[in-house]
């Protein structure tokens, strides 16, 4: 088998070609998440960015490191993965269930150490920008500092 072949499929780029497209796909402070960040701004919720000291690297850490929230990708994290798992080669299978099982080791985790998690799929912040915002607002520590009028580009937010 030639090593630039992938799950059975020909890599038509140089190694040093895929190693730099795949330097250029961001893992933090994407544009999903900068919209987050202004969401979050605009509510009057005060945040810090990719906590690192913590598993995971939560996205965002709010109430005094109360709660983590994450923006997960539907792709990468597999949003309705049963449905469409058989449609992919093994190779993009295994990494997949990868990050679903780390995603479920890391919520457990960070539970442990007393911080409850909120997850944010990518499709719901892009239907609704508020949609991050709309899950906090149901945890009690952070309910009372949201203002349900706030307004966020032209639509309510809550």
Not at 2 to 18: H, Q
Request: proline content about 4%.
């Amino acid at each position: 088998m030639n090593p630039r072949d992938v799950a059975g499929m020909r890599d038509f780029l140089t190694p040093r070609e895929r190693s730099d497209r795949m330097a250029r796909v961001r893992s933090s402070n994407t544009q999903l998440e900068g919209r987050v960040a202004e969401t979050l701004r605009m509510v009057g919720l005060r945040f810090r960015r990719n906590a690192s000291r913590l598993p995971g690297r939560p996205d965002f850490m709010l109430a005094n490191g109360t709660i983590a929230l994450f923006v997960d990708s539907d792709f990468w994290h597999g949003w309705r993965y049963p449905v469409w798992k058989s449609k992919l080669r093994a190779l993009w299978r295994a990494k997949i269930e990868a990050t679903r099982m780390r995603d479920k080791r890391i919520t457990r985790q960070l539970r442990r150490m007393g911080i409850a998690v909120v997850r944010v799929w990518e499709h719901d912040l892009k239907r609704n920008p508020g949609a991050a915002v709309e899950k906090l607002r149901k945890h009690p520590t952070i309910a009372s500092t949201i203002t349900a009028q706030k307004v966020c580009e032209g639509q309510r937010v809550l």
